[in-house]
C-alpha cells in the first residue's frame, strides 16, 4: 500500500512559481518511477511530468520548458517546480505510481492562476 501526502498548491499570478511536493509513505521509494498528473475542470485527468528510477524526466509538450520534476528518495519525496504558469495552468494535480500493476494517486492539491 502506499499512501501520499501532497502539498505546495495555491493561488498565483499569470507568470508566478509554484513548487508541488509529494511525500510518500511506502518504502522502496527509489524503486519506482513517479509522475504528476493534473485535471482541470470539466477536464480529462492528462500526464504531466514522470521521473524515472534513473533520474530520466518527461513532459507533456504544454510544460516543456516550464516545469522541472525531480526526486529526493532520500526522503521519499517527488517535487514539480512550476515557472511561468499560465491561466491554462490551473488544476488539481496529483502524483502517481504503480506498483506492481496496481495505480495509486495523491489525494491532489489545487493549483489557481489567476490574476
Known amino acids: 500500500q502506499v499512501q501520499f501526502v501532497e502539498s505546495g498548491g495555491g493561488l498565483v499570478q499569470p507568470g508566478g512559481s509554484l513548487k508541488l511536493s509529494c511525500t510518500a509513505s511506502?518504502?522502496?521509494?527509489?524503486?519506482?518511477?513517479m509522475a504528476w498528473y493534473r485535471q482541470a475542470p470539466g477536464k480529462q485527468r492528462e500526464f504531466v511530468a514522470l521521473?524515472?528510477?534513473?533520474?530520466?524526466?518527461n513532459y507533456v509538450d504544454s510544460v516543456k520548458g516550464r516545469f522541472t520534476i525531480s526526486r529526493d528518495n532520500t526522503k521519499n519525496t517527488m517535487y514539480l517546480q512550476m515557472n511561468s504558469l499560465k491561466a491554462e495552468d490551473t488544476a488539481v494535480y496529483y502524483c502517481?505510481?504503480?506498483?506492481?500493476?496496481?495505480?495509486?494517486w495523491g489525494q491532489g492539491t489545487q493549483v489557481t492562476v489567476s490574476s
Open positions: 511506502a518504502s522502496a521509494f527509489s524503486r519506482y518511477a
Open positions: 521521473i524515472s528510477t534513473d533520474g530520466t524526466t
Open positions: 502517481y505510481t504503480r506498483r506492481f500493476g496496481v495505480d495509486y
